[in-house]
């Protein structure tokens, strides 16, 4: 009984010996998995940094250099859809406290500095029109013509940063919102009621060139509603009825009958953008005049089948039809002033 005694004890040490290495092997494999762990979201990153740089670099390069104003409006929005603030994820090194700050201070940087190279004008001659007459041309109606399109594309954002802030309750956030908010805050600053370092550093980079942040809202305000009459007559597509609408003055059909209610949707997402812009300049004490050309189009719209009306598909004007169309109305007569869009 002894010797049996003896041999369990010795059998005990050794299971618990053996339990002991165990321990420090799991342990060991703990810290190499945690290791394993860094080293991949540290390669996430760099792949991260490096491919949403190409894809910027690229697109940038487009927007300057293509010759159809389409397609600079296209590959603008593609260019900010690929700044890392906007494919933020908060996992791995992207839940770093203030992460999505630095990314949104390097995106205002890199933006700001692509701006100078466009701008080599005077910012009282933002020109919507630019690069619509093909009798006007050069590097400097090329630059103004790829400003117009990114200041008509800051709103974008890729639904990958709307999932995950929706999931952490952090909003998502625009190149758009980047700009509207550093300078409301910016005017904060100037009246003494709050500090610079009250507030994130990409709004510091924003207000160092303000002026081309409030360019860009100026340009915005003119472009947004000339996308509209884009989608509503020829003006952009025909430089012949496009110059006689300019010019001459033509009167011309605003049918609902002829606007699906996805296109009247479109049409007063843009307005309500050109409206934002404005009113946001307004805020900064900025006035802003809307171009004589864009008003005078306006006002001689001959608005026919609204809802209601007769011989209008849209019988009802208690429908949520007929609620959009008027609505498209409403904030064409405040965009424009009360004689447009009768």
Same mark, same amino acid.
Do not use: C
């Given at each position: ?68 104003? =389409? ?6 929005? &593609? ?21 999505? @700050? ?7 940087? =890199? ?12 910012? @009282? ?30 709103? =974008? ?53 303000? =002026? ?68 946001? &300049? ?7 005049? &809307? ?52």
């Amino acid at each position: 009984m002894h010797d049996a005694t003896m041999a369990m004890n010795a059998t005990t040490a050794k299971m618990a010996a053996n339990t002991s290495k165990m321990a420090d092997t799991t342990e060991g494999m703990s810290k190499t998995t945690s290791n394993m762990n860094g080293v991949m979201t540290d390669i996430f990153d760099v792949g991260r940094q490096g491919a949403a740089l190409d894809v910027r670099t690229k697109h940038w390069e487009l927007v300057v250099n293509s010759p159809k104003l =389409e397609d600079k409006g296209t590959y603008a929005g &593609l260019y900010f859809l690929a700044f890392e603030f906007q494919l933020w994820s908060n996992i791995g090194q992207d839940a770093r406290p203030g992460e999505r @700050e630095r990314l949104m201070a390097d995106a205002a940087n =890199e933006f700001t500095r692509h701006l100078l190279g466009i701008t080599h004008w005077a910012p @009282e001659e933002v020109d919507p029109f630019a690069g619509k007459n093909p009798l006007k041309f050069g590097d400097v109606e090329n630059e103004k013509a790829s400003f117009n399109a990114v200041a008509a594309s800051m709103e =974008e954002n890729n639904r990958e940063q709307e999932i995950t802030a929706t999931d952490t309750s952090e909003g998502s956030v625009s190149m758009l919102k980047m700009i509207e908010t550093s300078l409301l805050d910016g005017k904060k600053i100037k009246e003494g009621k709050a500090k610079l370092e009250d507030f994130p550093e990409y709004e510091n980079i924003v207000l160092a060139r303000e =002026e081309l942040a409030t360019r860009l809202l100026r340009a915005r305000y003119q472009v947004m509603g000339l996308a509209v009459l884009g989608q509503l007559t020829p003006i952009t597509r025909n430089f012949t009825e496009g110059f006689k609408l300019k010019i001459w003055g033509d009167k011309w059909d605003m049918d609902f009958n002829q606007m699906t209610q996805s296109q009247i949707r479109l049409a007063s997402f843009r307005i309500g953008q050109a409206i934002q812009a404005r009113d946001t &300049l307004a805020q900064l004490g900025i006035e802003v005049t &809307l171009d004589p050309s864009i008003r005078k189009i306006y006002s001689h719209a001959q608005v026919k089948n609204l809802a209601g009306q007769k011989g209008a598909l849209v019988t009802s004007q208690d429908s949520e039809a007929a609620k959009e169309q008027l609505g498209l109305i409403s904030l064409l007569k405040d965009y424009t002033g009360s004689g447009a869009a009768k």
